[in-house]
Nanobody, 117 residues
Framework: QVKLVESGGGLVQPGGSLRLSCTFS????????MNWYRQAPGNERELVAG????????NYAELVKGRFTISRDNAKNTVYLQMNSLKPEDTAVYSC??????????WGQGIQVTVSS
């Protein structure tokens, strides 16, 4: 069974940076596209960034373009989300998602990111 574990969240001041990591186990990592989603209180979950299984293509929500970077290391079974120039409105629970071309869909437990002075 695929398991995803996020790490790297926490409290950061506006303008600061954080790097989230998501470690994948229980399957073949290179067969999955990986995504980061977030959900703020009172809001629906939204896609933040995605990366294809080989890492050749990425996509970003408009609100984070130019500030966030998604990457993956298939040798380490890990996907990353580098978040720079953080804003208070980036505060949310961030969740890692693994999605295969066969429709398999897995989620991590989520990790809190709080941007506040």
């Amino acid at each position: 069974q695929v398991k995803l574990v996020e790490s790297g969240g926490g409290l950061v001041q506006p303008g600061g940076s954080l790097r989230l990591s998501c470690t994948f186990s229980g399957g073949t990592f290179s067969r999955y596209g990986m995504n980061w989603y977030r959900q703020a209180p009172g809001n629906e979950r939204e896609l933040v960034a995605g990366i294809t299984n080989a890492g050749g293509r990425t996509n970003y929500a408009e609100l984070v373009k130019g500030r966030f970077t998604i990457s993956r290391d298939n040798a380490k079974n890990t996907v990353y989300l580098q978040m720079n120039s953080l804003k208070p409105e980036d505060t949310a629970v961030y969740s890692c998602n693994a999605r295969s071309i066969w429709g398999s869909d897995y989620w991590g437990q989520g990790i809190q990111v709080t941007v506040s002075s």
